[in-house]
């Protein structure tokens, strides 16, 4: 082991780029950022992964290699897909995107043994910008999938800047961040601010990179087959195969010669007949072919300009990331947008790795007398459950009001002043969410608490403010003070991005380590796979209606939530039953007894539904009495 890795306390943290075609690792060696090779001592690992027919999992350029033969064992570009929880099929059997980059990250992983042995790793992970929390969750539980300790999830573009040292710019500058790689374009606006970076802007295209060009040059060559022969060679698997791979070097023969000689002597044989390629393309014909997909990242080049107030004079420094800014007609199209020479000097492929291992050189203590700050921004907004006026006097529960929006710069403290809703109130649940829905029961619940003690007052005359800090960390702090009296009570939740069930985590690591073994059982994927969507509907999906500012149960169980708000519910409606009114102590009577059958039978649904009911009823009762 290393100095640097074991030395003075520090903690072995490496920084990945969890790539849409490639995939690197790096760490912090002597105070400079060195990517870690595979021990055939390649840098970029191939996100590819392949089931053989003998259910062995291949990971990386021989994976690569089987992807047009065997499309039913093999998969590429996984993170298009992070976050969603549809599952991919690969060799007959379904895995979770993350479970795929799971095991692309466990590859990495065994290339940190030489250096760190079998002990624990900490890892700072990269995503774009533009991820959204959901896709975040997912790149964090797939590195936790492959063992690592997940410390920090970064936006690539903030990687670029680290890897560039432009913290140690002076005064203020705006950084344009041009990432186009084999299967994504982003382009971010990144300005630091003495020492501090913070990522302003944000645009990209999932479905733009390499991958589309190399695919036009097949084409390109397919049509040239089919007028010499009058055979489609993109029909033979075989055929198909050979000219994706001859399309990419051709590709790369053009980023540095004028013209690329295409030899292809028996593409295929049809009916006896070898059919054979033998032409040739300039770079200028090339360009032409990829011409509308560049011109579309110019278009995002403009809106992220834009977004963020800012004309092309206003840029300072460009920044080239991604293997496809080797063409040079990129470069050189981007200097004559910006009037400016464009930085390429760090191998673009690799730039987000060592940025993302000076980030970990940062929080490991190695690289922490650069003194360098470097913010974030928010990638969801966080906020309160609060009641909303309805109609004269009527509230309607279960709103969200954020208090961080997503987006903004983080470390930052956000305040916000909510009141009481109720005559008398002497009490509120503080529930803080994540999300960007206007409804709490759509977001994700991140943790409450109970603010006890509030002076009786009117409703809405007793303010109360409510204080968010969120860390680089992921570490929210939530805290509110009745101010009149200063009264503050607080949570501190560790980690904005940690909210996956265990059950479902352990399901994924079971199918992973079976699949590591000898191949998954299907069953068992399967019990995985319900365990992962029972989860889904915990967090993503019905969720309950608690208000933010008026008394509630605890947030934590779906099941307990409404039986907790049964029983407040069955106690309000307690006084109605001896009711002059034997229409309305009619009503509670059958209101009661509907609530006390559901809740018995353990049926949420018809629970749900009398509680609704019931509540319209309180409401329209106590507005009239
Ligand atoms: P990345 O996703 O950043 O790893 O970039 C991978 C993409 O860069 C692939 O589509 C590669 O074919 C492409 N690439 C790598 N080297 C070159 C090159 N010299 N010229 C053009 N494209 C390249």
């Known amino acids: 082991m290393s100095k640097d890795a074991e030395g003075a306390g520090f903690r072995p943290v490496v920084g990945i780029d969890l790539g849409t075609t490639n995939s690197s690792v790096a760490y912090i060696r002597e105070g400079t950022p060195y990517v870690i090779p595979s021990p055939e001592g390649d840098v970029l690992l191939p996100s590819c992964v392949l089931i053989d027919t003998q259910d062995r999992v291949i990971i990386g350029k021989h994976a690569r290699d089987g992807l047009v033969a065997m499309p039913d064992r093999s998969v590429a570009a996984i993170k298009r897909s992070m976050g969603s929880t549809a599952p991919v099929t690969l060799a007959g059997k379904k895995f979770l995107p993350e479970e795929i980059s799971a095991l692309i990250l466990k590859e990495l992983r065994s290339y940190l043994i030489p250096i760190f042995g079998e002990e624990d790793i ?10 959204s929390d959901a896709q975040r969750r997912a790149t964090k539980r797939a590195g936790e999938l492959a063992g690592f300790i997940v410390e920090r999830i970064i936006n690539e573009p903030t990687a670029a800047a680290l890897a560039y040292g432009l913290n140690h710019s002076q005064g203020h500058k705006n950084i344009l961040v041009y990432d186009l790689g084999g299967g994504t374009f982003d382009v971010s606006v990144v300005t630091v601010d003495q020492g501090v970076l913070e990522v302003r802007s944000s645009n990209g295209n999932r479905q733009l990179g390499g991958e589309d060009f190399d695919w036009r040059l097949v084409d390109w060559m397919a049509e040239r087959v ?35 000689t295409v030899e292809s002597p028996v593409l295929l044989v049809d009916n006896g007949t070898p059919i054979m390629l033998s032409t040739e393309i300039t770079r200028k014909e090339f360009v032409q072919l990829i011409q509308p997909w560049l011109n579309e990242t110019m278009a995002l080049v403009s809106d992220v300009l834009s977004q963020a107030n800012l004309t092309p004079q206003d840029i300072h420094d460009i920044l080239m990331v991604g293997g496809s800014t080797r063409i040079p007609q990129v470069q050189s199209m981007i200097s004559e947008y910006f009037q400016q020479t464009v930085h390429s000097e760090i191998d673009p492929d690799l730039a987000v790795a060592l940025g993302a291992a000076v980030e970990a050189g940062l929080k490991s203590g190695a690289l922490s007398e650069s003194g360098l700050v470097v913010t974030d921004v928010a990638p969801f907004s966080m906020g309160i459950a609060v009641a909303e006026p309805l109609s004269a006097g009527r509230w309607g529960p279960g709103f969200f009001s954020p208090i961080i929006s997503r987006n903004t710069t983080i470390p930052c ?27 709490v029961a759509n977001n994700f619940a991140l943790g409450s608490f109970r603010l006890t003690g509030i002076p009786p007052a009117m ?10 800090r969120y ?40 199918r992973l380590e079976s699949l590591w073994a000898h191949g998954p059982e299907v069953t068992e994927q399967e019990d995985a796979l319900d365990a992962f969507d029972t989860m889904e509907d915990e967090f993503g999906g019905e969720g309950d209606m608690l208000a933010g500012v008026v008394p509630a149960g605890n947030q934590s169980d779906a099941a307990n939530d409404l039986h907790q708000e049964a029983e407040i519910t069955l106690a309000d409606l307690a006084p109605y039953l001896s009711h002059r009114s034997p229409k309305i102590s009619g009503k509670a009577k059958l209101l009661v007894k509907n609530l006390e059958a559901a809740a018995n039978q353990g049926n949420l649904a018809a629970l749900q539904d009398a509680l609704d009911e019931a509540t319209d009823l309180l409401f329209e009762w106590e507005a009239s009495f």
Not at 459 to 466: D, K
């Open 226 to 260: 089919q007028s010499q022969f009058g055979v489609d060679p993109r029909d033979n698997l075989r055929a198909r195969a050979l000219l994706k791979d001859l399309a990419e070097h051709i590709k790369w023969t053009l980023s540095s010669e004028n013209t690329a």
């Open 413 to 439: 403290t956000r305040t916000t002043t909510v009141t009481t809703v109720d005559n008398g109130q002497t009490e509120v649940e503080v529930e803080v969410f994540q999300g960007e829905d206007r409804m």
């Open 471 to 510: 860390n680089l960390n992921g570490i929210l702090e939530a805290s509110a003070q009745i101010i009149s009296t200063k009264k503050t009570q607080k949570i501190v939740v560790h980690d904005g991005l940690e909210r996956q069930s265990a059950a479902s985590f352990q399901a994924s690591q079971a």
């Open 122 to 131: 900490e890892a700072v992970i990269t995503v774009p910008a533009y991820f």
């Open 459 to 468: 409703a809405g005359e007793e303010p109360i403010q409510v204080t968010f």
